[in-house]
């Protein structure tokens, strides 16, 4: 899965006016590119709840939902906040399972967002 982290991007876009006598182009900002997010959790008996918002996707009813990430401190306060605007999930990557293995099972949910914003609490 492609990206991870609540990084945002402003592309550049080369540019040289048409009456310029410049050979030089000038970078002036052009698109702005978020990234996916992505969210990780212990498997949680019962709780499907990635899976139905991810399932309405694939029924073409997108539900975008604005979601907020936590940063919490040491007596599980938050002390910062990201919120998440309009995000909808890309994909969702179930457990993977090993006989070998005693592990936590961790289900992956994949994030496309439109905006964010950061508060500190």
Request: proline content about 6%; glycine content about 6%.
């Amino acid at each position: 899965m492609p990206g991870c982290g609540l990084n945002a991007r402003t592309e550049p876009i080369k540019y040289r006016e048409g009456s310029s006598q410049s050979a030089q182009t000038i970078n002036v900002p052009g698109l702005k590119v978020n990234s996916a997010v992505i969210l990780k959790r212990g498997l949680m008996p019962n709780d499907n709840a990635f899976l139905q918002w991810y399932n309405t996707v694939r029924a073409g009813t997108v539900e975008k939902r604005d979601v907020v990430v936590s940063l919490l401190n040491d007596e599980n306060e938050p002390v910062m906040l990201w919120k998440l605007h309009e995000a909808w999930p890309v994909a969702i990557e179930a457990p993977t399972f090993s006989a070998m293995a005693s592990e936590v099972a961790i289900e992956t949910l994949e994030l496309a967002r439109g905006g964010i914003s950061v508060e500190t609490v």
